[in-house]
């Protein structure tokens, strides 16, 4: 399995000052592309979309519910 991370949360009051919309935008486009581009790739391609990075801590909620 290939995983791609893509956070895509926003600072309140700010937007998105971290480039995370960005970032998720860019985990989708390489997941796409490395399907495209290697077709008989075994195994799955994932992206795991991130949330609450800026506050809550969104991979430690996703590590606690495996």
Do not use: Q, R
Not at 1 to 17: C, P, W
Not at 27 to 46: C, E, R, T
């Amino acid at each position: 399995m290939i995983g791609l991370i893509a956070e895509y949360d926003a600072l309140a009051d700010l937007g998105h000052a971290c480039g995370h919309n960005i970032i998720g935008t860019s985990a989708v486009s390489a997941a796409a592309a490395l399907k495209n581009a290697v077709p008989d790739l075994p195994g799955k391609i994932v992206v795991i979309a991130t949330p609450a990075e800026e506050e809550g801590g969104g991979k430690i909620m996703l590590a606690e519910e495996g």
